[in-house]
């Protein structure tokens, strides 16, 4: 698959076939991961493999979905087959936002080309969380990203109106507008304006 057809085809996937994904599967999505550019190639990033069947429902239950759309986690059936936690040591750098953004792309990217959907999540309950997987004290919870092969097939389109928040239509699938071209494209030469527009 080329590059720039897996990032038109990640979309943030909430709704998971019940098939598992293979251990070694979730290994190489780090290994991916972690090749990632780093802020003076630190490295604070640590990951945790969840798919042990025991951890699934415990780890589901800490994390918040689509707060655009209540009610559209996903439903019993069609929960995650496994996680990856992205953890930063605190004793080697106590912040890494763009570190772990970079990373989780990464691995987002990946997966697309394994067939795999995947959610970042940050909205999480990082105490229960902690206390679930055993997490270290010097290691802060950042995000979680869910994984599975998708029972859901989401799209993106070109914002139409002022609402940049995802929707479903009358068939149930989901819509993510993104902002225009010309909405997001900043020039510092005035004189080339019209190229904006064109776009």
């Excluded at 897996?6 to 019940?18: C, D, T, V, W, Y």
């Excluded at 999505?29 to 003076?40: D, H």
């Excluded at 945790?48 to 069947?53: F, T, Y």
């Amino acid at each position: 698959m080329e590059v720039k057809e897996a990032i038109e085809k990640r979309r943030s996937i909430r709704h998971f076939s019940p098939k598992p994904i293979e251990k070694n599967q979730l290994y190489e999505l780090v290994r991916i991961a972690r090749l990632a550019p780093q802020a003076a190639n630190v490295q604070p990033l640590k990951f945790m493999i969840v798919h042990q069947k025991e951890l699934l429902e415990p780890v589901f239950s800490c994390l918040k979905w689509a707060g655009y759309l209540p009610g559209y986690a996903p439903k019993t059936g069609y929960h995650p087959t496994a996680y990856i936690v992205i953890l930063v040591d605190t004793d080697l750098k106590k912040q890494a936002d763009t570190d772990a953004g970079l990373a989780a792309e990464n691995l987002m990217l990946a997966a697309v080309g394994e067939g795999l959907g995947t959610c970042m999540l940050g909205a999480v309950d990082r105490v229960r969380l902690r206390k679930i997987l055993g997490v270290p004290d010097n290691m802060d919870i950042h995000s979680v990203i869910a994984l599975g092969y998708p029972a859901e097939d989401p799209v993106w389109e070109e914002k139409d109106s002022d609402s940049i928040k995802y929707y479903l239509d009358e068939s149930g699938r989901l819509h993510v507008p993104k902002r225009r071209m010309n909405e997001i494209l900043v020039t510092i030469h005035p004189d080339l304006s019209d190229e904006k527009e064109s776009l």
